[in-house]
């Protein structure tokens, strides 16, 4: 992870992926920002990519692999795995079971997208803020 690393975003909605752009570019943010629009979209830039990307963002329900697909196999894969990439989840299916399960395969935050444009762009600057501060075993301090 670097802190000017790309932020993934793993969004099939093109309104959510527009929105997540729009918040992005209001922070003023130097980190590119990479969308795919499923999880094995995701999972093969980062079996082969060199970038250390800061986070993933990832929504729940996509076709091909969704969200909690994604995370397991990224978890079964130990290249993938020693890569130390903050996995969170940000998206409107928030069931107790989904949130249980998110937790139980160890990604580090489930967030449920919040409905206004302003609450919306709080809530990413602060999972954004607090994983450029964070350290870990692959942070680039």
Not at 7 to 35: A, C, G, K, M
Not at 39 to 59: M, N, R, V
Request: hydrophobic letters at 40%.
């Amino acid at each position: 992870m670097s802190a000017q690393g790309p932020i993934i975003s793993v969004e099939d909605d093109e309104d959510d992926q527009h929105l997540i752009q729009t918040v992005i570019e209001t922070l003023q943010l130097s980190n590119e920002l990479r969308f795919f629009h499923h999880g094995q979209e995701a999972l093969e830039y980062l079996s082969t990519t060199t970038e250390k990307p800061l986070l993933i963002l990832c929504d729940i329900n996509m076709p091909v692999m969704n969200g909690l697909e994604l995370r397991q196999r990224i978890n079964e894969n130990e290249f993938l795995r020693q890569k130390s990439i903050p996995f969170i989840f940000l998206t409107t299916a928030a069931s107790e079971e989904v949130i249980q399960i998110a937790y139980e395969q160890t990604v580090q935050g489930f967030f449920q997208k919040e409905s206004s444009f302003e609450a919306f762009r709080e809530q990413v600057r602060l999972i954004i803020a607090y994983w450029k501060y964070c350290l870990h075993p692959n942070s680039n301090r």
